[in-house]
């Protein structure tokens, strides 16, 4: 990938971080000159993930892309998923690039900006008698996913709302620190499904060879993707919603979507996704 990147690795935030953090947030907009420094779970396959040692994925090249359109190189600082809001209020980076999806509670404490329309799909061993089509065939079963996420809330909602009261089991959720974990415990036969993004799930299918299939028809609960920006920073938010802006309209932006086989979010999508608050 780009030699723009240098890789932070994970560290604790203790409290001398966090009060160094809080003295670098002193000044608005980004906290470095030249730079924008991006808080990623860089295991989350086609999103952001290291190939040698280096970012790589759709969400690394589209902040690569807006980086260079606001003349600013890309420092990532992979960390995990469950971080990355507590990373952003404390002032460890600019923004979170991570394929994070948007969220009513999280707009609570982060500002979002949309860049791409997603949702989940369902994982399962290929040739297991269990194939659920949708998240009501989860009742009953052992799912598992990665911690932090959207759906989670969702699943353990389905649980009370749905399979309980309808007198069926409740849905058993695992929870796994990285979706690669999640992954290998439906391997291992530790969880009988997984419920991941549509796009992570796809590229778990080519990397495994088939040992596992889609098993859900449709797209589940579809969302829009934000990069995170941290409340009252409107410095950062607007330098990067007018990159954004900029950076569609260049054929450079185009060739990424159809690399990675995705698409923008249409103004209607947005209207239709982005929560009311």
């Not at 420094?37 to 892309?65: H, K, R």
Request: hydrophobic letters at 40%.
């Amino acid at each position: 990938m780009t030699a723009l990147h240098r890789i932070v690795r994970p560290i604790a935030l203790g409290l001398i971080g966090i009060v160094v953090a809080t003295g670098a947030m002193a000044a608005s907009g980004f906290k470095q000159d030249g730079t924008i420094v991006a808080g990623s779970d860089a295991t989350f396959f086609p999103y952001e993930y290291m190939n040698n040692n280096q970012p790589a994925g759709f969400d690394i090249e589209l902040l690569d892309g807006l980086g260079r359109i606001m003349g600013r190189k890309v420092e990532t600082v992979d960390t995990r998923f469950p971080n990355l809001i507590t990373g952003l209020e404390g002032g460890r980076f600019d923004v979170t690039n991570s394929s994070m999806y948007i969220t009513a509670e999280r707009l609570k404490v982060i500002d979002m900006i949309p860049y791409l329309k997603s949702g989940e799909s369902i994982l399962t061993l290929k040739g297991s008698d269990y194939q659920p089509r949708r998240p009501e065939d989860f009742c009953g079963h052992k799912l598992g996913s990665m911690g932090a996420t959207s759906w989670l809330q969702q699943m353990h909602r389905l649980s009370d709302d749905y399979c309980v009261r309808n007198g069926l089991k409740p849905i058993a959720v695992s929870e796994y620190a990285t979706d690669p974990e999640t992954t290998q415990a439906l391997l291992a036969h530790a969880v009988e499904a997984q419920i991941t993004d549509a796009a992570v799930a796809r590229g778990v299918i080519e990397k495994l060879g088939g040992r596992v299939v889609i098993s859900s028809r449709t797209l589940i609960y579809p969302v829009l993707n934000g990069i995170g920006v941290r409340k009252g920073n409107d410095a950062v938010k607007n330098a990067l919603t007018d990159a954004l802006k900029k950076y569609r309209a260049t054929p450079e932006y185009a060739a990424l979507l159809k690399k990675y086989h995705f698409e923008a979010p249409t103004d209607a999508d947005i209207r239709e996704l982005m929560p009311k608050s």
